[in-house]
């Protein structure tokens, strides 16, 4: 199959100056959905994120029951734990 490809010009003209360009970007390609990471510009701040949904725990559940607090963070072990399952994530303690 071929596709087409717009690619910054000092890349395209190193690229088309290799032996063979096909294989390179075949063998890039490969190994890079092998081994997927985040994209560049979607970094996560972990400790940010823990922060915000720490602050939105305490929103929602400021003015809730002992009972009620329970019941939410059941609802969300349980939604993750078929989460993982449908996902094929194995998590010690939680699927195994």
Known sequence: MEITLALPDDIAIKLQNLPNPNNFVSGLLKKAFKNPTVPVGMEINTMEMIGKIRE??????????????????QKGAHWFHDYAKEKGLRIKGLTD
């Open 56 to 73: 939105q725990h305490y929103e929602l559940l400021k003015d809730k029951t002992h009972e009620e607090r329970i019941a939410f963070y």
